[in-house]
């Protein structure tokens, strides 16, 4: 999910699109509406994209209106800057103060909105913040082991692919891990009961 100045639609749209290249955002705030209808609260992960960078009102704006129904929400910075093919998609080292920038003031925003409403947490800032305040001891899963333990998160993929362990873990990673050319995955929902 993603937002700018022009609008959640169009920052999410301009990325996100089916395979037939029609626009995704509205499927993709319908599935979140149904989700929030029935009681099932859930995460979100958004890119930072540059038009994100000049937003971060918007940015926040979008996730804060959703706060009820978030059990956290994290943004990704790129982890390439120059793997991308879009311009908007790539960053470089003289984007750091954009990028510095964006981080405080979603600090400030959160920090404003935090006497509102203390279940909204940006896991950006709560992880890295409990990481630093109680390191792990001896012993104690490090957050990379603990996100990745088993069942820790299901994601079901639009194949109908039910993978675990981590959400970049498609059937395509590791295709041959075991044998049976699926991957991490844990079985179909369309094949499996």
């Known amino acids: 999910v993603g937002v700018s100045c022009d609008g959640p639609e169009e920052m999410h749209d301009a990325f996100r699109v089916n395979w037939s290249g029609r ?33 971060p009102d918007g940015f926040f704006d979008f996730f804060w209106s959703w706060r009820h129904a978030l059990r956290g929400f994290h943004f990704n910075i790129l982890a390439s800057g120059d793997a991308a093919n879009d311009p908007a998609l790539q960053y470089s080292a003289e984007d750091r103060a954009r990028y510095a920038e964006f981080y405080r003031h979603l600090l400030r925003l959160s920090k404003q909105h935090d006497a509102a409403d ?17 390191p792990a001891s001896a012993g104690e899963a490090s957050q ?6 088993p069942l820790k998160s299901v ?34 929902i369309r094949d499996t009961t």
């Open 118 to 134: 203390h279940g909204f947490a940006i896991q950006n800032f709560s992880q890295t913040l409990g990481r630093l305040l109680h």
């Open 144 to 149: 990379g082991e603990e996100s990745t333990a």
């Open 23 to 55: 626009k995704t955002h509205s499927k993709t705030v319908e599935g979140m509406q149904r989700l929030a209808g029935v009681g099932i609260d859930f995460k979100v992960i958004a890119v930072v994209t540059d038009a994100a960078l000049e937003d």
């Open 155 to 188: 994601t079901v993929d639009a194949d109908g692919n039910v993978t675990t362990f981590y959400a970049g873990l498609s059937v395509e990673a590791f295709p041959d891990q075991f044998g049976a050319g699926q991957g991490y995955s844990l079985g179909n």
